[in-house]
């Protein structure tokens, strides 16, 4: 039984009164998995992952990652806490753009604290973009800019990467790049949350949870649970 | 260090990406900065020159001999009073100038009148006849402090430079022959520049008339609109021994540029060197030329107050549309782990960065409009002071952190979730 690092008990997200979004979710993920998050839109899937990423508290309810409780924690110490242990990588891929790749990626490097030039390169390297170094956003294919969007994900080595729809913008080819290396990190040992509406990427992932109206209807995980007994 | 090379990089690109969002913040504090740099500068020099400027108005102060009223009579029993005829020692004239307030003290001429006449028979005319300084030197016996330039070369000129003066000033302190008349006066006795003409003075000792009479030529023509036009002008000493009255004066019209110091001060301290005379501040003059001056400060404070509201709510603008613009890269830089402080720092640079650019610029373009200001109100030219660049530049930064506080609280604000959201 592999160790938990994830741990959401009756989370409810309000925005308002009539938003009620998460509704007593309860979810457990286990150190180094890739679960894949689906639903129709406007279910939760980016509410979740924000809850999770430490970009949005939860109305009610207790999270756990890595054993810190983090609904006790007040605004720098999530701050600190979410660069020390998340990686996130975005549909809009959100590079700074007067800056160059290298420097998007040291830009992540100086808000954790620790600058090193080699290391962001190794990184953009790893992505396949040791030839775009100097290249601005806007000199960057779609697919590029999500690869390097990936490297300052793991610049600081989290244990945890979030993904909302990382493939969403990009076509067949460049997805299936992307998608390569969030496998690559897999392997390596990291804790993959990814949230797609394509049940092919889905499938990816070794759990599938599908949000509706807040709530995980369905788990497959609990399925495969229910399918041993 | 390696943070603040990469700090000043995000800074320095962020800018240099922005620049015309910069340059109207720029732009909005050169408008504050340069109004403020012109009204300094032209408020520095104008409260020098512009004394200088009222004092062309004529003296401010004029000291009498003290009219003492003697009673006579019985006490209780009036008789009524006479008033003794009094005059000022010319050999006390240098102390007017070693008051605490002496470098205030720009000139003074004392006067000596008589009534005189002039011409033969039936063609008789009686002028008023001033004997005065023109360009004399006058030493200070005992001056107030040892540094103090022990002459002092003083005249009716120093005192009285609005005067229009057609031919020349006597300037010889010891010419006896020459004559300044006003020009109602060249009128009357068809007297022009080179004309000699003969002065009489009539004493009655008793039942006897003694005329002394003396001849002048005629070496300027004055005209000043005022009583000066009617009279007669010649070196004190022609004054004097054509009346008998050596070394005596009747007034002395004193010129005081007074911004700082009160007139009160100049009055007191006269009177306190010379004890039998009375010192008056002609029509208030002098309390009003400060007046003035603290009106036109007054004024140019509060237009530079309506200036810098202007920079600041320019610059607030230019942040709060450069926050709202930078959402997501706020929430990004956020989302990646940026403290509120550091996000704080980015923006309040970015301020100061305006705010000094601003204020160089500010300060060029307000010396321009102070040159303006000065040609168009005051007629003078204004003196670049460089002591007013960190003023404004001060300025500058602390409008542009001021208009920055909200701007930089909504930065602050921004919810890192926000990179998770669509467009
Ligand atoms: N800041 C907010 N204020 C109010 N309501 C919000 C806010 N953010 C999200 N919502 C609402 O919460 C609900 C869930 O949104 P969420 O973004 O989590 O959906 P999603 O499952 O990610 O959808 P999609 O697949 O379209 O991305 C939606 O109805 C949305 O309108
Ligand atoms: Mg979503």
């Known amino acids: 039984m592999s160790e938990e690092i994830i741990r959401l008990n009756s989370i409810k997200k309000y925005y308002d009164e009539n938003t009620r979004v998460l509704e007593d979710l309860n979810l457990i993920i286990n150190k180094g998995a890739w679960t894949s998050i689906m639903g129709p839109s406007g279910s939760g899937k980016t509410t979740l992952l924000n809850i999770i990423g430490c970009l949005d508290s939860a109305t009610a309810g207790s999270v756990s990652i890595n054993g810190t409780e983090i609904t006790k924690l007040n605004q720098t110490q999530l701050t600190r806490f979410r660069r020390e242990n998340i990686g996130l990588i975005f549909q809009q891929y959100h590079l700074v753009p007067y800056l160059t790749a290298l420097e998007n990626v040291m830009m992540a490097q100086y808000y954790h604290g620790v600058i090193d030039e080699a290391k962001a390169v190794e990184a953009l390297k790893k992505v396949g973009l040791g030839h775009r170094l100097d290249h601005v956003p806007s000199h960057l294919s779609g697919g590029e800019q999500q690869r390097v969007c990936i490297a300052r994900a793991l610049i600081n080595e989290p244990k945890i990467l979030l993904a909302d729809e990382p493939t969403g913008n990009l076509d067949q080819k460049n997805g299936e790049i992307v998608l390569d290396l969030i496998r690559q990190l897999h392997a390596e040992g990291h804790t993959i949350i990814l949230v797609t509406h394509n049940s092919d990427i889905a499938k990816l992932g070794q759990r599938i949870i599908t949000v509706i109206d807040g709530k995980i209807c369905s788990d497959s995980a609990c399925t495969f649970e229910i399918n041993e007994k | ?423």
């Open chain 2, 1 to 423: 260090m390696v943070g603040d090379k990469m700090f000043m990089r995000i800074l320095g690109k962020s800018i240099l990406k922005r620049k015309s969002r910069i340059a109207i913040g720029v732009i909005s504090v050169i408008i504050g900065a340069s109004i403020a740099t012109a009204l300094l500068s032209v408020s520095l020099d104008v409260s020098e020159k512009v004394g200088i400027e009222f004092r062309k108005y004529g003296a401010n102060l004029m000291v009498v001999p003290k009219s003492d009223t003697i009673e006579v009579g019985f006490p209780g029993v009036e008789f009524g009073s006479v008033t003794e005829q009094r005059y000022i020692n010319e050999s006390d004239l240098w102390k007017i100038k070693t008051i605490y307030w002496r470098n205030n003290v720009l000139g003074f001429a004392p006067f000596l009148y008589q009534v005189v006449s002039v011409g033969d028979g039936v063609n008789r005319q009686n002028v008023v006849l001033a004997g005065t300084y023109f360009d004399k030197n006058v030493v200070i016996l005992q001056p107030y402090s040892p540094n103090d330039n022990p002459m002092f070369i003083t005249g009716i000129q120093e005192i009285s430079p609005w005067w229009t003066v057609n031919g020349s000033w006597i300037s010889d302190q010891n010419d006896t022959t020459s004559a300044m008349i006003g020009i109602k006066v060249a009128e009357t006795l068809h007297l022009r520049i080179g004309d000699s003409f003969t002065v009489h003075y009539d004493e009655y000792a008793g039942d006897a008339i003694n005329e002394t009479s003396h001849n002048l030529t005629v070496v300027g023509i004055i005209e000043t609109e005022g009583y000066e036009d009617n009279q007669i002008f010649v070196n004190l000493q022609v004054a004097q021994e054509l009346t008998h009255r050596p070394g005596k004066i009747h007034t002395v019209q004193v010129s005081a540029l007074c911004n700082a110091c009160p007139v009160e001060a100049f009055v007191e301290e006269i009177q306190a060197n010379i004890p039998y005379v009375e010192a008056r501040t002609v029509k208030q003059l002098a309390s009003a030329e400060m007046n003035i001056l603290g009106k036109i400060e007054n004024m140019m404070f509060l237009i530079t107050i309506v200036g810098l509201i202007a920079s600041a709510l320019g610059v607030m603008t230019t942040m709060i549309t450069s926050v709202i613009e930078r959402q997501k890269e706020i929430g990004l830089m956020k989302s990646v782990g940026a403290e509120n402080k550091k996000i704080v720092s980015l923006f309040l640079s970015e301020a100061t960065i305006i705010g000094v650019i601003g204020g160089i610029l500010g300060y060029i373009i307000g010396i321009i409009l102070a040159q303006f200001i000065g040609y168009s109100v005051f007629s003078m030219s204004i003196t670049p002071r460089f002591e007013v660049i960190p003023i404004s530049i001060g300025i500058s930064v602390g409008v542009a952190l001021l208009a920055s506080i909200f701007p930089v609280r909504r930065a602050v604000s921004v919810e890192p979730a926000i990179v998770l959201r669509g467009e």
